[in-house]
Protein backbone atom coordinates (compact mmCIF):
# COMPACT_ATOMS: atom_id res chain seq x y z
CA UNK A 1 0.00 0.00 0.00
CA UNK A 2 2.46 2.45 0.80
CA UNK A 3 2.92 5.43 2.52
CA UNK A 4 -0.28 7.94 1.64
CA UNK A 5 1.34 10.74 2.05
CA UNK A 6 4.30 10.57 -0.41
CA UNK A 7 3.63 9.73 -4.32
CA UNK A 8 5.45 6.91 -5.26
CA UNK A 9 7.46 7.31 -8.52
CA UNK A 10 8.17 10.91 -10.59
CA UNK A 11 6.85 11.26 -13.71
CA UNK A 12 6.34 13.53 -16.54
CA UNK A 13 4.87 16.71 -14.02
CA UNK A 14 8.36 16.28 -12.13
CA UNK A 15 10.80 16.05 -15.52
CA UNK A 16 9.10 19.32 -16.30
CA UNK A 17 9.70 20.20 -13.17
CA UNK A 18 13.34 19.30 -13.62
CA UNK A 19 13.60 20.95 -17.14
CA UNK A 20 12.39 24.36 -15.84
CA UNK A 21 15.24 23.88 -13.16
CA UNK A 22 17.99 23.41 -15.65
CA UNK A 23 17.24 25.93 -17.93
CA UNK A 24 17.34 28.26 -14.53
CA UNK A 25 20.57 26.97 -13.60
CA UNK A 26 22.12 26.92 -17.28
CA UNK A 27 22.32 23.18 -17.51
CA UNK A 28 20.82 20.24 -19.02
CA UNK A 29 18.54 17.00 -17.51
CA UNK A 30 21.42 14.66 -18.52
CA UNK A 31 24.09 17.07 -16.26
CA UNK A 32 21.57 16.89 -13.17
CA UNK A 33 21.12 13.52 -13.58
CA UNK A 34 24.72 12.67 -14.28
CA UNK A 35 27.24 12.48 -11.34
CA UNK A 36 29.15 15.94 -11.76
CA UNK A 37 30.11 18.00 -8.65
CA UNK A 38 30.59 21.20 -10.59
CA UNK A 39 29.06 23.91 -8.52
CA UNK A 40 26.23 25.01 -10.98
CA UNK A 41 24.99 21.60 -12.01
CA UNK A 42 25.25 20.15 -7.75
CA UNK A 43 23.40 23.47 -7.16
CA UNK A 44 20.83 22.53 -9.68
CA UNK A 45 20.30 18.79 -8.61
CA UNK A 46 19.82 19.77 -5.20
CA UNK A 47 16.82 22.74 -5.67
CA UNK A 48 15.26 19.74 -7.62
CA UNK A 49 15.64 17.22 -4.82
CA UNK A 50 13.89 19.85 -2.92
CA UNK A 51 11.09 20.80 -5.18
CA UNK A 52 9.94 17.23 -5.81
CA UNK A 53 10.34 16.64 -1.95
CA UNK A 54 9.00 19.54 -0.86
CA UNK A 55 6.55 21.04 -3.48
CA UNK A 56 5.64 16.99 -5.25
CA UNK A 57 5.77 14.91 -2.35
CA UNK A 58 7.86 12.37 -4.15
CA UNK A 59 9.86 9.63 -1.34
CA UNK A 60 13.32 10.75 -0.76
CA UNK A 61 13.96 7.28 -2.73
CA UNK A 62 12.15 7.64 -5.90
CA UNK A 63 13.99 11.00 -6.26
CA UNK A 64 17.11 9.39 -5.86
CA UNK A 65 16.43 6.84 -8.68
CA UNK A 66 14.69 9.32 -10.38
CA UNK A 67 17.75 11.63 -10.80
CA UNK A 68 20.21 8.74 -11.08
CA UNK A 69 21.39 8.60 -7.58
CA UNK A 70 21.88 4.90 -5.91
CA UNK A 71 19.36 5.52 -2.89
CA UNK A 72 17.60 7.66 -0.22
CA UNK A 73 21.05 9.42 1.53
CA UNK A 74 22.15 11.86 -1.81
CA UNK A 75 18.34 13.03 -1.73
CA UNK A 76 17.99 14.10 2.38
CA UNK A 77 21.87 15.64 1.70
CA UNK A 78 20.63 17.67 -1.43
CA UNK A 79 16.98 18.50 0.51
CA UNK A 80 19.21 20.05 3.63
CA UNK A 81 22.22 21.76 1.59
CA UNK A 82 19.20 23.58 -1.01
CA UNK A 83 17.41 24.13 2.42
CA UNK A 84 20.86 26.34 4.12
CA UNK A 85 21.78 28.29 1.18
CA UNK A 86 18.29 29.29 0.63
CA UNK A 87 18.33 30.12 4.83
CA UNK A 88 21.39 32.23 3.84
CA UNK A 89 20.39 34.35 0.95
CA UNK A 90 17.68 35.15 3.71
CA UNK A 91 14.73 33.19 1.83
CA UNK A 92 11.88 33.51 3.91
CA UNK A 93 9.77 31.05 2.23
CA UNK A 94 11.96 28.44 2.69
CA UNK A 95 13.32 29.38 6.08
CA UNK A 96 9.86 28.54 7.69
CA UNK A 97 8.74 25.79 5.35
CA UNK A 98 8.75 22.46 7.31
CA UNK A 99 11.18 19.78 6.88
CA UNK A 100 11.45 16.26 6.19
CA UNK A 101 8.76 14.20 8.39
CA UNK A 102 7.59 17.12 9.99
CA UNK A 103 5.50 17.82 7.16
CA UNK A 104 3.81 15.03 6.84
CA UNK A 105 2.98 13.95 10.81
CA UNK A 106 0.30 16.59 12.01
CA UNK A 107 0.39 15.57 15.19
CA UNK A 108 3.70 16.93 15.58
CA UNK A 109 2.40 20.19 15.37
CA UNK A 110 3.35 22.15 18.47
CA UNK A 111 6.98 19.87 18.23
CA UNK A 112 7.40 21.22 14.38
CA UNK A 113 6.30 25.21 15.98
CA UNK A 114 9.02 24.84 18.68
CA UNK A 115 11.68 23.39 16.74
CA UNK A 116 11.49 25.91 13.83
CA UNK A 117 11.64 28.59 16.40
CA UNK A 118 14.50 27.53 17.55
CA UNK A 119 16.06 27.19 13.95
CA UNK A 120 15.28 30.34 13.36
CA UNK A 121 16.64 31.79 16.11
CA UNK A 122 20.26 29.40 14.99
CA UNK A 123 19.95 30.95 11.63
CA UNK A 124 19.49 34.64 12.58
Given at each position: MGNPYYKAAPGAAALALVE??????????AEIRGGSRVRNI?????EAMYTLAMTQKYS????????????HRATTYGVMAHRA???RAGNP??????????????????????????WREMAA
Open positions: EIAEKHGTSIAHARQYMAIGLFLGRSDRAIAIAAAPVGWFNVKPVARDLQEELLAQ
